[in-house]
């Protein structure tokens, strides 16, 4: 969302609300299969990565997207990390916690710190179905790695 409050958000302009989620292999609940599947945890839903198609399972049961049908734009973008920094991010530059107007150390704040800017990869999964989720990537490169997956499976026979 917008932050209406740059000097106590670091000077972010926007404030996002995230999870820690990573890759794990699962098979699909009440599915049977003989490969194994990469699961991808999405908030309520779960992201199973099929070799012909995309299911999805959230509190409403199955829903599945075809590779092709799949928009998948990854980015990078700067984060005012505020939080750990994973060891696989590079750190671009620091900021303080309060910043004034010339974006150095707000003085009337005792405990300003300063904190990382780091660059993250984005990956933002859409279909015309209704799926719409957005990643980010503690190292830079790998949302077009997998952006490069999905087109390879997009277009295997």
Known sequence: GA??????????????????VQFCES???FVKTNIRVLVLPAGR???FFLPDRLL???????GAV????LSCETNST???EAEGVPSDSRVVNQTWRYVNKKGGPDRRFRDNRQIPIVIYGELA???????NEH?????????????????????AP
């Open 56 to 62: 999805v399972l959230d509190t409403n049961g199955y």
């Open 78 to 80: 700067r984060f005012v």
């Open 45 to 47: 839903q779960r992201l």
């Open 3 to 20: 932050s209406g409050d740059w000097k106590r958000n670091a000077g972010a302009s926007s404030v996002v609300r995230r999870s820690l």
């Open 135 to 155: 990643f980010q990537f503690s190292r830079e490169g790998a949302a077009a790695e997998l952006r490069l997956a999905i087109a390879g499976l997009a277009s």
């Open 66 to 69: 075809s590779y092709a049908s």
């Open 125 to 131: 999964l859409r279909s015309s179905t209704g799926l």
């Open 27 to 29: 098979p699909p609940p």
